[in-house]
């Protein structure tokens, strides 16, 4: 099927196959690289767990995509459980059509999608008052988490303070996810190393890496990262980062973002009752609402909030003395 796509596109001026993969790591990577217009996929690939980070990668770098299927199945609805999720920005490509309708399918795609690139950034948020120092950021996410994230971290100054983020994904996924971050924010984002000093600017991202990030000392502010069993179902996980941080909770602004799950409810509310300020998003602008509903339902939530007003709050608390911060939360 991807070999006759390749040939029926290559062979019509106009277009330009500037990738192909066989799995959703390799079709991530590419894109984040590449930046294309137009993603194929097959339909088999989008009903895998792992297709929502492709539709948040494909969102953010406003790409469009098509579903694809093979020879007689054209139309052949998918899964109840997966409705919502198969449909792509354009009608789907049956391979058993002639190259001549394929590439005018995609011909008609390319000349909707172009007029609709964005090439505004977002503009960052400055907080009411000067930043503290000393303060520390956590962030934790799943299911949406890239929207989510790139939504919170391109809103943040060059001049934050340290960020350290969880995010749930697959393996295969996260060096193209950093890459992705670090291109669209004005902070340097990288992947978390054991060791690695928390600084200014800069955020440490544990995704789809075989260890739980932790703090492991306090100002300067240095992680580990160790191999270990799950935590609240996951490696890495949000409530280890979160529990680490609880001797540093005076000093800590936390955030609970969208996923599946409860992974950083706990933690979450152990920081709040050690006097860190916490968030949650809310659950009309979470793409799955259950960590933060649960984080909310225990009262580990100091405010919940829409995802576009996460950033500003942080920054607003990281504007705080630690004695305000405590009241606030």
């Not at 795609?109 to 520390?136: E, H």
């Not at 980062?241 to 955030?255: E, I, N, T």
């Not at 909030?305 to 705080?320: E, K, M, S, W, Y």
């Given at each position: 099927?991807?070999i006759k796509l390749i040939r029926a596109l290559d062979?019509?001026?106009?277009?330009?196959?500037?990738?192909?993969?066989?799995?959703?790591?390799?079709?991530?990577?590419?894109?984040?690289?590449?930046?294309?217009?137009?993603?194929?996929?097959?339909?088999?690939?989008?009903?895998?767990?792992?297709?929502?980070?492709?539709?948040?990668?494909?969102?953010?770098?406003?790409?469009?995509?098509?579903?694809?299927?093979?020879?007689?199945?054209?139309?052949?609805?998918?899964?109840?459980?997966?409705?919502?999720?198969?449909?792509?920005?354009?009608?789907?490509?049956?391979?058993?059509?002639?190259?001549?309708?394929?590439?005018?399918?995609?011909?008609?795609?390319?000349?909707?999608?172009?007029?609709?690139?964005?090439?505004?950034?977002?503009?960052?948020?400055?907080?009411?008052?000067?930043?503290?120092?000393?303060?520390?950021?956590?962030?934790?996410?799943?299911?949406?988490?890239?929207?989510?994230?790139?939504?919170?971290?391109?809103?943040?100054?060059?001049?934050?303070?340290?960020?350290?983020?969880?995010?749930?994904?697959?393996?295969?996924?996260?060096?193209?996810?950093?890459?992705?971050?670090?291109?669209?924010?004005?902070?340097?984002?990288?992947?978390?190393?054991?060791?690695?000093?928390?600084?200014?600017?800069?955020?440490?991202?544990?995704?789809?890496?075989?260890?739980?990030?932790?703090?492991?000392?306090?100002?300067?502010?240095?992680?580990?990262?160790?191999?270990?069993?799950?935590?609240?179902?996951?490696?890495?996980?949000?409530?280890?980062?979160?529990?680490?941080?609880?001797?540093?909770?005076?000093?800590?602004?936390?955030?609970?973002?969208?996923?599946?799950?409860?992974?950083?409810?706990?933690?979450?509310?152990?920081?709040?009752?050690?006097?860190?300020?916490?968030?949650?998003?809310?659950?009309?602008?979470?793409?799955?609402?259950?960590?933060?509903?649960?984080?909310?339902?225990?009262?580990?939530?100091?405010?919940?909030?829409?995802?576009?007003?996460?950033?500003?709050?942080?920054?607003?608390?990281?504007?705080?003395?630690?004695?305000?911060?405590?009241?606030?939360?």
């Open positions: 099927m991807r062979a019509a001026p106009g277009f330009r196959v500037i990738s192909h993969a066989s799995d959703l790591p390799a079709t991530y990577t590419s894109a984040e690289a590449m930046e294309p217009d137009i993603v194929l996929v097959s339909r088999e690939l989008t009903l895998l767990p792992e297709f929502s980070l492709m539709r948040s990668l494909f969102r953010a770098l406003d790409a469009r995509w098509i579903p694809v299927v093979h020879q007689g199945l054209l139309g052949a609805p998918p899964p109840p459980s997966a409705a919502g999720e198969t449909a792509g920005d354009f009608p789907e490509i049956d391979t058993a059509q002639v190259p001549e309708v394929i590439r005018a399918q995609i011909s008609a795609a390319m000349r909707q999608a172009l007029p609709r690139r964005q090439t505004v950034a977002p503009a960052q948020i400055r907080a009411s008052g000067s930043l503290k120092p000393g303060k520390l950021i956590l962030l934790g996410a799943s299911t949406g988490g890239v929207d989510a994230l790139l939504a919170v971290l391109s809103a943040m100054p060059a001049d934050c303070p340290p960020i350290a983020v969880v995010q749930h994904t697959g393996q295969g996924f996260s060096e193209s996810l950093i890459r992705l971050l670090d291109r669209r924010c004005a902070l340097r984002v990288e992947a978390a190393v054991d060791g690695m000093e928390l600084r200014p600017g800069r955020v440490s991202v544990a995704a789809g890496c075989p260890g739980h990030m932790r703090l492991k000392s306090n100002k300067p502010y240095r992680i580990a990262v160790e191999p270990g069993p799950m935590v609240s179902g996951h490696l890495p996980s949000v409530d280890a980062l979160f529990r680490s941080a609880v001797p540093a909770a005076s000093h800590v602004v936390a955030a609970l973002l969208t996923g599946m799950g409860r992974d950083g409810a706990e933690g979450l509310l152990a920081l709040r009752k050690a006097g860190a300020t916490t968030f949650g998003q809310d659950e009309s602008s979470s793409v799955v609402y259950g960590m933060p509903r649960a984080a909310w339902e225990i009262g580990a939530v100091g405010l919940q909030l829409p995802l576009g007003d996460i950033a500003g709050a942080i920054l607003r608390a990281c504007a705080q003395s630690s004695e305000e911060g405590r009241v606030a939360s």
